[in-house]
């Protein structure tokens, strides 16, 4: 059974930092991308950072200069590095993975469960 699970979110002032990761645990043969998604209130979930197997990274340009993100091949593990939170990060970021199981199954996105980001003005 595969699974994502996020870590490392909550309330922050303007101006703060947090740092999220994600662990992707169960039988994954290989895994393309990792990254970070978001949704506010109201809104579509959008993009945040991604970052492939080979580390070639993107970002919305929301937080060009203020996220970093990074990635551990040999433990599955993505993390977002959040500097100077501003109130519009807050949203519930989700992790996902674009890998397969094994060689006969297609690659898929796998989603984590979400977790809560909260930046006060």
């Known amino acids: 059974q595969v699974q994502l699970v996020e870590s490392g979110g909550g309330l922050v002032q303007s101006g703060g930092s947090l740092r999220l990761t994600c662990v992707a645990s169960g039988t994954f043969l290989s895994i393309n991308a990792m990254g970070w998604y978001r949704q506010a209130p109201g809104k579509q979930r959008e993009l945040v950072a991604i970052i492939t197997d080979i580390r070639t990274t993107s970002f919305a340009d929301s937080v060009k200069g203020r996220f970093t993100i990074s990635r551990d091949n040999a433990k599955n593990t993505v993390t977002l590095q959040m500097n100077s939170l501003k109130p519009e990060d807050t949203a519930v970021y989700y992790c996902?993975?674009?890998?397969?199981?094994?060689?006969?199954?297609?690659?898929?996105?796998?989603w984590g469960q979400g977790t809560q980001v909260t930046v006060s003005s």
């Open positions: 996902n993975a674009n890998g397969r199981t094994d060689w006969g199954s297609a690659f898929q996105d796998y």
